[in-house]
C-alpha cells in the first residue's frame, strides 16, 4: 500500500512518499548521509536563536532526514518535532535518539501535505533540501499549511536548491553545477546524483518559489542566493492577521 492508498487519504493527494527521492528511501544513502552532508545545524541555531528560538520555542522540521538540526535544536529549545516521510531515515533518528538521551523530540512520520500539528502553535518551521520534493502546486499548498502552523510573528526558514539563474541561463548552469559532482561510487555526491535531482525533482525559480510563499500569507525577510544560482537561503515571517486578500480576489 502506498501513502496515497491509505485510508481516508483522497485519491486526488500526492504520494509523498514515493516523491521522496529513491535515495532518501535507500538504507545504504541514509546509513552514509551524515558523513556526505554536513546540515551545518550549529549556524543554523544560532541563525535562529536571532530571530528569537530561545528555551520556550516550540520547532518543527519538515524533512528532518536523519536529524542534524532536529537534535542540535533540542538542546537549545523546549520542544521540536521531527517530521519524515521516509520510514528509513525516521528509524535512523530515532536510534539516534536513543543514545542521545534528549526527552524533548517527537518524531513524526508524515510529509508536508499530511503533518497535523499538536499543542501550542509553533516558533519555528525549518526546512532544508527537502521542499524542493514537491512539484509547485504542492509547494503553495505546503507553505500554506505552514503558514497556519506558525504563531503569528513565528518564523520559516526554508534552504534548498532554489534556482537564481536566468531561464535563458539554464543549460549552461545546470551543467556547471552537474560537473561538480564527483564519480559514481566515490564518497560524496555524484554528478549522476546531480543530474538525478534535476531531471526527476522539482527545484524551482526563486522568483516562483517567493510568489507562492506571499501568496500563501507569508512575508520574506531574508533571501541569500549561492554564486552559481543553485541554492537559496529564506526567512519568512508569519504576520498578525488573516491571509492579505490579493488584487484578484472577489
Known amino acids: 500500500m502506498t501513502a496515497a492508498d491509505a485510508p481516508g487519504r483522497p485519491g486526488w493527494l500526492l504520494d509523498q512518499v514515493a516523491s521522496a527521492g529513491r535515495e532518501n528511501l535507500d538504507a ?6 551524515d558523513a556526505i552532508e554536513d546540515a551545518a545545524p550549529d549556524r543554523e541555531v544560532a541563525l535562529l536563536q536571532r530571530w528569537g528560538m530561545d528555551g520556550d520555542s516550540v520547532v518543527v522540521e519538515l524533512g528532518t532526514g536523519t536529524g542534524q538540526f532536529a537534535l542540535a535544536a533540542a538542546r537549545v529549545c523546549g520542544r521540536v518535532v521531527a517530521v519524515d516521510v521516509s520510514p528509513v531515515m525516521i528509524a535512523e533518528l530515532e536510534a539516534k535518539l536513543r543514545r542521545s538521551g534528549l526527552e524533548n523530540v517527537t518524531v513524526v512520520q508524515a510529509g508536508f501535505l499530511d503533518y497535523q500539528h499538536q499543542g501550542p502553535p509553533a516558533d519555528v518551521v525549518y526546512s532544508r533540501y527537502a521542499m524542493h520534493h514537491l512539484p509547485d502546486f504542492w509547494k503553495g499548498v505546503a507553505l500554506a499549511r505552514i503558514r497556519d502552523a506558525l504563531r503569528p510573528g513565528g518564523v520559516l526558514r526554508v534552504w534548498d536548491v532554489v534556482w537564481s539563474f536566468e531561464v535563458h541561463e539554464a543549460e549552461e548552469r545546470l551543467e556547471a553545477w552537474c560537473a561538480t559532482g564527483g564519480p559514481d561510487g566515490g564518497d560524496g555526491w555524484s554528478r549522476a546524483d546531480f543530474e538525478e535531482h ?6 524551482t525559480f526563486t522568483w516562483l518559489f517567493e510568489a507562492l510563499a506571499e501568496r500563501a500569507g507569508l512575508v520574506l525577510e531574508t533571501a541569500e542566493y549561492s554564486a552559481d544560482g543553485v541554492f537559496a537561503e529564506y526567512v519568512f515571517s508569519r504576520p498578525d492577521g488573516p491571509v492579505p486578500e490579493t488584487a484578484d480576489s472577489d
Open 28 to 33: 545504504g544513502h541514509v546509513a552514509r548521509y
Open 198 to 203: 534535476v531531471r526527476d525533482e522539482h527545484s
